[in-house]
Every structure is written in C-alpha cells, then in structure tokens.
C-alpha cells in the first residue's frame, strides 16, 4: 500500500502563497493520477486540481488562475503550488492517489490577516 503525505501547510496572509506538497512512500506513483482536495468543517470534501500521469491538469474554476499542480518523479512526489490566496481557500488540504484510492492524512491551510 501507498502511504501519502503532505506537507507545507500553514497560516498566510491573503494574497500570499504557499506550496503544498505530497510525497508518496511504498510504491511508485510516477504513472497515476493524482489529485488535491480539500475540506471544511462541515462541508463536503470538493477537489480542487488533479495531475494525471503524462502531466494534463485540470483545475476547480474557484482555484483556476491561481494554483498549479505538477509533479517530481524522481521524487515521486506531487506538488500543489497556491497563489492569490484567499479567506475562503481556508481548509484542511488531502493528496489523492485516483489510480489506488489512497489518501494522505491532509494539512490545514489558514488564509487570514
């Protein structure tokens, strides 16, 4: 079984930035899909961009312009690069295997002054 894990979350002003990223352990994941999600209390876990193995991405129209995702690898690690942030980006952040339904334990990003 994979293990995944994320790092780089934190507390940011808004227009700041932050990068998340998830390292993948157990296996390769260099030819899967692997996708950002992210989830309020309270609310429905909603995804928010995806990468798939020969590099396309897709984007959520409320993140789209302002965070990119892409991938190392070598490192077999995916990353999740966010810009412009805003007070309603607020979340706990999940990487996701989509080939293997693996999920990481997430990373909380607060966007607040």
């Known amino acids: 079984q994979v293990q995944l894990v994320e790092s780089g979350g934190g507390l940011v002003q808004p227009g700041g930035s932050l990068r998340l990223s998830c390292t993948a352990s157990?296996?390769?994941?260099?030819?899967?899909?692997m996708g950002w999600y992210r989830q309020v209390v309270g609310k429905q876990r909603e995804r928010v961009a995806f990468?798939?193995?020969?590099?396309?991405?897709n984007y959520a129209d409320s993140v789209k312009g302002r965070f990119t995702t892409s991938r190392d690898s070598a490192k077999n690690t995916v990353y999740l690069q966010m810009n412009s942030l805003k007070p309603e980006d607020t979340a706990v952040y999940y990487c996701?295997?989509?080939?293997?339904?693996?999920w990481g334990q997430g990373t909380q990003v607060t966007v607040s002054s």
């Open positions: 996701r295997d989509l080939t293997r339904d693996d």
């Open positions: 157990g296996d390769s994941t260099s030819t899967n899909t």
């Open positions: 990468i798939t193995g020969d590099g396309t991405t």
